[in-house]
């Protein structure tokens, strides 16, 4: 019987137990900060399914009970906390909370986010119609609600030499949409701040810490569905401008953010740090 080769071994096994472990998360403690969201929920499984230790941060505690209930019946590990990304109080006792349950954190996710009507400018209105109080709601919650978990979640990492950040941008961030003022500009800012945080880590802490983002082109989620499709699942005429920018003719699925994602925290990304890092379909490199 012909015995196997190395590489006949190597591609029958799972992808993070190949050789050279560049992919390897298996034990690695995840931390995810809107993980009870439809990206964020894709995300948590799949990084479970992998080996990672997942940590999901929410506000809705019935929702991530039920995902952490889904990934423990599938044999995985996860847990839930309730936080508030705007109270550094509530997610500095979060990271006390898992420092004890784990010892170490090893990824943060920074995919908290939203938006609110108030912020945005629909075809039936113009600027002078934009409510800066929402405005300054969504700015904190997108940017501000990243910048505070940054800051507690990188002290573990620092004292540990060797942490993964992944911010959540998006394709507002590149282009100038209709709509979404506040959006947009918070997640430029996510953007701008990815950038800033990679080089002030590697500067003062060493290259074992590593701030990327990952921007989302455009995927159904519980924000965006009333926006994208009508109750009937048609697309609205929003949706179908989006289909119309996007060369693979479709919406993303939330499990095709997670490849990147895995990439990006794990050995596979070492010398890669103040990336945004597209899963877009094409939306953004499209120009007519």
Same mark, same amino acid.
Request: aromatic share 8%; charged share 20%.
């Given at each position: 019987?012909?015995?196997?080769?190395?590489?006949?071994?190597?591609?029958?096994?799972?992808?993070?137990?190949?050789?050279?472990?560049?992919?390897?998360?298996?034990?690695?403690? *995840? =931390? +995810?900060? $809107?993980?009870?969201?439809?990206? @964020?929920? #894709? /995300?948590?499984?799949?990084?479970? &399914?992998? %080996?990672?230790? *997942? =940590? +999901?941060? $929410?506000?809705?505690?019935?929702? @991530?009970? #039920? /995902?952490?209930?889904?990934?423990? &019946?599938? %044999?995985?590990?996860?847990?839930?906390?309730?936080?508030?990304?705007?109270?550094?109080?509530?997610?500095?006792?979060?990271?006390?909370?898992?420092?004890?349950?784990?010892?170490?954190?090893?990824?943060?996710?920074?995919?908290?986010?939203?938006?609110?009507?108030?912020?945005?400018?629909?075809?039936?209105?113009?600027?002078?119609?934009?409510?800066?109080?929402?405005?300054?709601?969504?700015?904190?919650?997108?940017?501000?609600?990243?910048?505070?978990?940054?800051?507690?979640?990188?002290?573990?990492?620092?004292?540990?030499?060797?942490?993964?950040?992944?911010?959540?941008?998006?394709?507002?961030?590149?282009?100038?949409?209709?709509?979404?003022?506040?959006?947009?500009?918070?997640?430029?800012?996510?953007?701008?701040?990815?950038?800033?945080?990679?080089?002030?880590?590697?500067?003062?802490?060493?290259?074992?810490?590593?701030?990327?983002?990952?921007?989302?082109?455009?995927?159904?989620?519980?924000?965006?569905?009333?926006?994208?499709?009508?109750?009937?699942?048609?697309?609205?005429?929003?949706?179908?401008?989006?289909?119309?920018?996007?060369?693979?003719?479709?919406?993303?699925?939330?499990?095709?953010?997670?490849?990147?994602?895995?990439?990006?925290?794990?050995?596979?990304?070492?010398?890669?740090?103040?990336?945004?890092?597209?899963?877009?379909?094409?939306?953004?490199?499209?120009?007519?």
């Amino acid at each position: 019987m012909e015995k196997n080769t190395d590489s006949q071994l190597h591609s029958t096994l799972p992808l993070g137990e190949r050789g050279g472990g560049l992919f390897l998360i298996r034990d690695h403690v *995840v =931390v +995810i900060t $809107g993980g009870t969201g439809v990206l @964020g929920r #894709a /995300i948590a499984k799949y990084l479970a &399914a992998e %080996g990672a230790k *997942v =940590v +999901i941060l $929410g506000r809705k505690q019935e929702v @991530g009970e #039920a /995902i952490v209930a889904d990934i423990l &019946a599938a %044999g995985g590990e996860a847990c839930f906390m309730v936080t508030d990304v705007l109270n550094r109080a509530t997610v500095q006792q979060n990271c006390d909370d898992i420092l004890a349950r784990y010892g170490r954190i090893d990824a943060l996710l920074n995919a908290a986010g939203g938006n609110m009507p108030g912020a945005t400018i629909p075809p039936d209105k113009t600027f002078f119609d934009l409510d800066p109080a929402q405005f300054q709601t969504v700015l904190d919650l997108n940017l501000t609600g990243t910048v505070i978990p940054t800051q507690v979640f990188l002290k573990p990492m620092v004292q540990q030499g060797k942490g993964a950040i992944v911010n959540f941008s998006s394709m507002a961030a590149f282009r100038p949409m209709t709509r979404v003022c506040g959006y947009a500009a918070a997640k430029a800012g996510i953007s701008n701040f990815t950038a800033y945080m990679a080089t002030e880590c590697a500067k003062k802490f060493g290259e074992g810490i590593r701030v990327n983002a990952i921007a989302p082109g455009f995927f159904i989620t519980e924000q965006n569905r009333s926006l994208l499709t009508n109750p009937d699942g048609s697309y609205t005429q929003r949706g179908q401008d989006v289909i119309r920018q996007t060369p693979f003719g479709r919406m993303g699925d939330p499990e095709e953010l997670c490849g990147t994602i895995h990439y990006l925290i794990s050995d596979a990304s070492r010398f890669v740090t103040g990336t945004v890092a597209v899963v877009d379909g094409g939306f953004n490199a499209f120009a007519m």
